[in-house]
Nanobody, 123 residues
Framework: QVQLVESGGGLVQAGGSLRLSCAASGRSFSSYAMAWFRQGPGKEREFVAASWIGASTYYADSVKGRYTISRDNAKNTVYLQMNSLKPEDTAVYYC?????????????????WGQGTQVTVSS
């Protein structure tokens, strides 16, 4: 069983930056694929970024070049550095974990979810 707790959300102006953190409990953190999803108002939850074995990372086209996912296996924590934020990045951001990843981007591939943290980007 894995429990995920996100932090670091908030209100920022367009062009600004935020760093989200997701602290995981449980063992074998390094074995899990870790990802960030987001859900904007009236929208479906969508994939943002993921990190898996070694340095493998994968990003949605909408955030590529602006967001960076990283993980510290010693601290059981995954981060999402968000730069050049846009109003359309406004959403609740969720951390997710998968032990046997079938698809980077599919919500159903992830077994564990955090409660979410709100990110609001003002214009």
């Amino acid at each position: 069983q894995v429990q995920l707790v996100e932090s670091g959300g908030g209100l920022v102006q367009a062009g600004g930056s935020l760093r989200l953190s997701c602290a995981a409990s449980g063992r074998s953190f390094s074995s899990y694929a870790m990802a960030w999803f987001r859900q904007g108002p009236g929208k479906e939850r969508e994939f943002v970024a993921a990190s898996w074995i070694g340095a493998s990372t994968y990003y949605a086209d909408s955030v590529k070049g602006r967001y960076t996912i990283s993980r510290d296996n010693a601290k059981n924590t995954v981060y999402l550095q968000m730069n050049s934020l846009k109003p359309e990045d406004t959403a609740v951001y969720y951390c997710a974990a998968a032990l046997h990843l079938k698809s980077w981007t599919d919500v159903a591939s992830y077994n564990y979810w955090g409660q979410g943290t709100q990110v609001t980007v003002s214009s």
